[in-house]
């Protein structure tokens, strides 16, 4: 393990989860900038399975990205800047306005979750399915007893 942890220590479940999720999001990186999506990479193309075709507003798609509103609409930002997504008025309400994707966003989003699946794939064949299925299940326990189910 690429940490200092006290001998007889057991490693800290967040150094655990992050040093997992930093092996995912750099496999899903390189699957995406091998389909040609280079420039959708640093855990943004997990936006876009969230937005759908009659948009969305930014404090949603945090809420369902399970990000800071402040961190998705840099986010949603660098995705517009990109051509990932665009903003339009909302019809239900002309103060604010709703998320969009463009035709890349909607080439995009098949690609970024099919990456994320290729990745946990790769997980059940360097362990077992089962293993991956008992850390979901064990995972979504944990959420539910904190209240943040997903």
Do not use: C
Request: proline share 6%.
């Amino acid at each position: 393990m690429p940490v200092n942890i006290p001998k007889g220590a057991e490693p800290r479940i967040s150094l655990m989860l992050r040093l997992l999720h930093d092996a995912y999001a750099s496999a899903v990186d390189a699957e995406l900038t091998a389909a040609g999506f280079a420039d959708l990479s640093g855990g943004r193309a997990k936006v876009l399975p969230f937005v759908p075709e009659d948009g969305i507003p930014v404090g949603r798609l945090a809420m369902l990205a399970g990000v800071r509103k402040q961190t998705m609409a840099e986010m949603v930002g660098q995705l517009q800047r990109d051509g990932y997504l665009r903003s339009g008025s909302n019809p239900n309400d002309a103060r604010s306005r709703l998320i969009f994707l463009t035709a890349r966003g909607r080439e995009a989003r098949p690609a970024a979750m099919a990456a994320g699946d290729r990745v946990e794939e790769h997980w059940k064949e360097l362990t077992t399915p089962h293993l991956v299925t008992r850390l979901r299940n064990d995972l979504a326990k944990l959420l539910d007893a904190l209240g943040r189910s997903v």
